[in-house]
């Protein structure tokens, strides 16, 4: 016989997460509790190699936990022999997270001088003259002024381009005042929605309706693997699609890539151009970054749309 | 023509870990650049579904960041215009942790009583007498004596089993002046070797001997990924094995079972036994805690030993 001792033994709960998020709630995808501590571990593989019945594990375990320690152990085929004691064994939490964000460092960006802004601005009149839909993307560096997007809105819509916006905070906020054709906030960017509890359709609506208000012509709220929510002229849209595993930085790039091909082939924002930029946002996830157009048209497929509400 | 304007592109570097280890030294096993910004990325897929040469992209782009993030663009078909400033666009780092340790929160146990204490040693006596093996593993719960595994291991050894310790710090130090027959740490838990650098095979080597001088009969020091090197009163032996892509919790328990498993059957602690104990290691990984005897042995089949010097 094998006799193994783990004085200090443990309850094991394992949870499977699909990410910790530190300082906010993390859905538990999937929990097991078996009992641990290093000698029940070591009997556990004697017994796998031995066969049941050579293997004892004694220690020391008590309480509700101690108890299911014991009947797991015993539950293995291995002998039990614990001294039962008053206290409460341990239990260990270990969070398993199957899909983790990447841990990102981002630089503020150079400063501009406003003599670079002014040879900018002249540079970017030039081109969305060429330019069917233009794209406005990101931060600004230091230095910009802070309604420079409101500035290109209106040097596009002056060149009859279309013009997209995909940026957060004031940046936002401002670019909107300029009538932009479409602004794609994220959750986190949609204002006064308060991403730490979850997000009501409600919230998204209000909140989507507001950016509308303010100026933009459509606004599609994307909302990760919950997709996203609509709301132009003709109506509130949402948009829902089956779960994709892979890297989901740049899908929010992607679904503006799919706007920005509907708007230059003049196709409505309806459910067939939501339903391909979607298909285009879930391909980037499975490709963690790169986008396959033939898969791209498969998972357009999957997508649904539904009419949810008006435009107002 | 689809313009996006990236007013804040980034040379985005993207490192591949194993596992983010905060606070000491982490090896990166991969390393990609690319230009990044979300105006650079829509630019990416758009191009991918429209085709070269019907997208462009452009905003301000500085120092020898820009000239790589216009470099990067160029080379992806999409006609590049950014304005040239003086200061250095920024870059973003992204860790991407490849096989996350689990996060863990480990309680420290019951406080057990003299009184459960010496129920507990009555009883492991009784036991030991039933035990060719005695595995002593783990952390020692609060209110057991110091010298707790010291006593133990003498009370086995008085009945003629042979014992296995695996526990660290004073607790380990402490059962070596019994002289159990192996003690198995891993690299953190050898005295003196310092685990911010990579520890040395000779540190490994030193520790090892230390832990024999201070009475124990035989020390397998457990290394990961690295395999373990084992100071007996034969010789040292450094063993090695292919790698194994799993959960790597509990395949030290694994290989002490393996010992266990030697010890009981007579063997010599040889190539042959700890080839054996690491087979069972590799498939605990392998098996995420779950270890399939056969395909231990299969991976037995792989691991190397070679001498690397005497006992003392």
Redo the contacts between chains.
């Keep these: ?10 309850l094991d709960v ?1 949870y499977w997460v699909d990410r ?1 998020a530190l300082r906010s709630a993390t859905k538990v995808r999937r929990v097991r509790a078996r009992a641990g ?3 029940v ?6 017994a ?3 066969g049941p019945g050579t293997v ?1 594990v ?3 375990a ?2 509700s936990r101690g108890e299911a320690i014991r009947e797991a152990i015993a539950a293995l085929g291995v002998r039990e ?1 614990f ?1 039962v ?13 199957e899909n ?1 964000q ?12 406003p003599r ?2 002014d ?2 601005t002249r ?2 009149r030039v ?2 003259k ?12 230091p ?2 002024p802070p309604d ?1 997007y409101a500035t ?1 809105v209106r040097a596009a819509h002056e060149v009859r ?1 279309s013009v997209i916006v ?1 940026t957060s905070g004031p940046a936002l906020w401002d670019a909107c005042t300029a009538a932009p054709d479409i602004v794609k906030p994220n959750e986190a960017e949609l204002p006064g929605v308060d991403t730490v509890v979850m997000s009501s359709q409600e919230s998204v609506l209000a909140a989507a309706r507001l950016l509308r208000d303010h100026g933009a012509g459509a606004v599609i709220a994307s909302l990760g693997r919950a997709g996203s929510v609509a709301v132009t002229a003709d109506g509130a849209l949402r948009v829902s699609h089956p779960r994709v595993d892979g890297n989901p ?2 899908a ?3 679904l ?3 706007l ?2 509907a708007l ?1 082939s003049g196709q409505p924002l309806g459910p067939a151009a939501l339903a391909r930029a979607s298909g ?1 946002a879930m391909a ?1 996830v499975a490709g963690s ?5 033939a898969e ?1 048209e498969r998972l357009a497929d999957m997508v649904r749309t539904r009419w949810i509400g008006d435009g107002q």
């Design positions: 016989m094998i006799l193994t001792v783990t004085l200090n033994p443990a394992t910790l501590g290093k000698g571990n070591v009997a556990r593989v004697a796998a190699v031995h004892c004694t220690g020391l008590g309480g022999e001294e004691i008053a206290g409460e064994s341990r239990q260990t939490i270990a969070i398993v997270e983790p990447p841990t990102e460092l981002r630089e503020p960006g150079p400063t501009v001088t670079e802004w040879g900018f540079r970017f081109l969305a060429e330019a069917s839909v233009v794209v406005l993307s990101g931060s600004l560096p230095g910009t420079a290109l381009s995909d930085v740049g929010g790039d992607a503006v890539a799919g920005a091909l230059a285009l980037s970054g790169e986008v396959d157009p791209a």
